[in-house]
């Protein structure tokens, strides 16, 4: 299932739509089509009882894993610096990232995943890495690399921001731009297992 976007959007123009949440990068490595509902035909989405609480349950744990050691990182004189909103325009992104790690002029993004399942997709990657490009870009930092925290697991895994996952961060980007651009609709997710629980399901006609 999608999950509820929870960045803000902090664009204050609304003639510049250019400033997209981080987290349509992992919706749109989830299905495309999500996004393309999202962006193009707005007020679609229905928010349900179980997404809202879905939301709430994902803060609440955030809140108990960031006050969790720092060892689990392996930067045990990092400074923590919380809940922090971030906007670039010249990436034409914005996130509000639950936790960030900073230490010298090094920072490493902190996200939390309710999924049990032990690999991690890649969507997750995905957004870790964006949020390291916006904090290079606002924080003029190097920001080598983030966690993806299992919450289930109480593990954290380090995610090496390779070049390969930033150059497809901005190809993603770019692709977005474009659909939004042209309203062309995408093709479906080929993994036909995600439009069970999806809520935009009765609107992808074509492949039901
Ligand atoms: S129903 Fe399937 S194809 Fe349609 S938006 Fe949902 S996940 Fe994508």
Known sequence: MPTPNPDPNPN???????????????????????????HVMPGLRPITFK??????????????????SK???????AERVEDVQLQSERL???????????QGNEAWPVDYKHSRRITIAQHYKLQLVAYGLILEDQWKVRSPAGFLV?????????IPFTKHLRNKVMAVVQAIRTMIET???PPPTSKRGRCVNCEFRRFCNDIF
């Open 183 to 185: 309203e062309a609709i």
């Open 92 to 102: 034409g992104l914005s996130a509000r990232i639950d936790l960030v790690l900073r």
């Open 71 to 77: 060892s689990r990182y392996g930067l045990p004189e």
């Open 51 to 68: 997404m809202e609480m879905g939301e709430r349950a994902h803060e609440r744990e955030a809140r108990r894993e960031r006050r969790r």
């Open 150 to 158: 299992s919450i289930p697991h109480r593990r954290a895994e380090r």
């Open 12 to 38: 204050p123009d609304p003639d510049s739509p250019w400033l997209l949440p981080v987290t349509d990068l992992k919706q749109w490595d989830y299905c495309p089509r999500v996004v393309y509902y999202t």
